[in-house]
């Protein structure tokens, strides 16, 4: 089994190698990442020295030469700037994970909570526009946020947490079906708002690493990026490419997050670990990338949840935890500010 999946890669990698070749010297020279998955491919460019002519023409050739190669039904496109401005804005921080389901939204509205506690101004952007959970989360909504010279004026939440997201401008139970353009333009105005005086904006990624992603690198470009992950295998895999188009996009890792780690029993009290307990500590540990800790698998922190309080606005065992990696957090940005 273990040879199988080596072989696999092996392909993997020797069809991305072929689909560079392809490539014009000059454009394959800037190509940071290049990934084929499932016909996908996602290219990441450097574009320094490029205006937005020359960027809008390479990327109008790289998408023709790839999308033209068998095997290929789609192709992203993102260009880089080496060394891009300092945004006159808030700090970017964003929160991924590989897949769903794994506690994301959660962590980034607590992580957003536990830095407002401590003293910072924040901002958080629910960044999932197909499944917007912050307005529930934060207990927002059915509020619709105002406009004002054709931004939109984030919503204050009772948390001191400034937020916007998908929920608070489209329907509650509404399907969207928009394609990547869309929902990546909608993204934009979401971080384009009026701010204010922000310190850090915090986004809530969709799972994966989709066309929201490949705006946010191109458009929005975080100063690092948290990255959320469950101890099992399955998850832990997709956990690693995320943390990879990051790496690619010279964002920093801030720190890799287990979540659903250990649950303890209402009624014996006895602690089990029915999706494993280590698995994201040792793959930080193996990457060179900082561990933040581990949040349990909690009712308490699933029915504060659903209610729309986040348990770090309390205080408590179940605070404690997002606290703690919130700490983590904050020391990173004033070493960051510190270095600036």
């Avoid at 068998?70 to 991924?96: H, L, Q, S, T, W």
């Avoid at 948390?159 to 993204?187: C, D, I, N, Q």
């Avoid at 581990?294 to 205080?315: F, H, Q, T, Y």
Wanted: aromatic fraction near 4%; glycine fraction near 12%; charge should be negative.
């Amino acid at each position: 089994m273990a040879g199988a999946k080596l072989l696999l890669v092996a392909a993997a990698e020797m069809d991305e190698n072929t689909l560079k070749a392809r490539l014009p010297q000059a454009v394959a020279a800037r190509v940071q990442s290049l990934k084929l998955r499932e016909g996908r491919v996602t290219a990441i460019l450097g574009g320094a020295g490029l205006d937005a002519a020359a960027r809008e023409a390479l990327e109008a050739a790289v998408t023709e030469v790839l999308g033209a190669s068998e095997g290929v039904d789609e192709v992203r496109v993102a260009i880089m700037a080496d060394k891009p401005a300092a945004p006159a804005g808030p700090v970017i921080v964003a929160v991924g994970s590989g897949k769903g389901g794994v506690g994301k939204s959660t962590l980034t509205a607590n992580l957003a909570v536990a830095l407002a506690r401590s003293g910072r101004k924040v901002g958080l952007v629910d960044a999932d526009v197909y499944g917007p959970s912050q307005p529930t989360l934060f207990d927002t909504e059915g509020q619709r946020p105002q406009a004002e010279n054709g931004k939109l004026i984030p919503i204050e939440s009772r948390f001191g947490v400034k937020m916007l997201s998908m929920g608070h401008l489209v329907e509650p139970g509404k399907a969207l079906a928009w394609r990547g353009p869309m929902a990546s333009g909608a993204f934009g105005q979401l971080v384009d708002a009026h701010w204010g005086d922000t310190e850090v904006l915090l986004l809530d990624l969709p799972p994966g690493t989709g066309d929201v992603q490949i705006t946010m690198l191109q458009k929005h470009k975080p100063a690092g990026a948290v990255i959320v992950s469950t101890p099992q295998d399955l998850a832990l895999i997709d956990a690693q490419r995320a943390a990879e188009l990051f790496t690619k996009g010279s964002v920093p890792i801030i720190g890799l997050v287990e979540n659903m780690a250990g649950y303890v029993c209402p009624h014996c009290g006895e602690t089990s670990d029915p999706f494993g307990r280590g698995g994201v500590e040792a793959a930080a540990a193996e990457a060179g990338i900082p561990f933040l800790g581990r949040i349990p698998l909690s009712l308490a922190v699933r029915e504060a949840s659903d209610a729309g309080s986040p348990p770090a606005a309390g205080d408590g065992e179940g605070a404690d935890a997002f606290r703690a990696i919130a700490a983590q957090v904050g020391a990173w940005l004033d070493r960051r500010q510190g270095a600036a």
